[in-house]
């Protein structure tokens, strides 16, 4: 189990964005707990994503015309993740 990114200010933003924001010892910590997490500008903790955390839709009928769905950085836009789906037809 990795972190891949941090949500904050209502988006998700990658390592690097966030270590801009709250500086690379945030980051750098072992072991996360809500005591070191730093709250963003509209007053709400900052939260690691995890790589085994579900950010994906599942909806078929989205799906259907989605099939490869990108986790995004809200401030520099870079891919974080990638997720397909085999299978779903329209």
């Given at each position: 189990?990795?972190?891949?990114?941090?949500?904050?200010?209502?988006?998700?933003?990658?390592?690097?964005?966030?270590?801009?924001?709250?500086?690379?010892?945030?980051?750098?910590?072992?072991?996360?707990?809500?005591y070191?997490?730093?709250?963003?500008?509209?007053?709400?903790?900052?939260?690691?994503?995890?790589?085994?955390?579900?950010?994906?839709?599942?909806?078929e009928?989205?799906?259907?015309?989605?099939?490869?769905?990108?986790l995004?950085?809200?401030?520099?836009?870079?891919?974080?993740?990638?997720?397909?789906?085999?299978?779903?037809?329209?």
């Amino acid at each position: 189990m990795r972190v891949i990114a941090y949500t904050y200010e209502a988006d998700v933003h990658c390592i690097d964005c966030t270590e801009n924001t709250f500086g690379e010892k945030f980051t750098k910590m072992r072991g996360l707990s809500d005591y070191f997490l730093p709250d963003d500008r509209e007053g709400n903790r900052v939260h690691p994503l995890f790589d085994i955390d579900e950010w994906q839709e599942f909806d078929e009928g989205f799906l259907s015309e989605n099939p490869t769905q990108y986790l995004a950085c809200g401030d520099c836009h870079e891919i974080i993740e990638t997720y397909t789906v085999e299978g779903v037809t329209a």
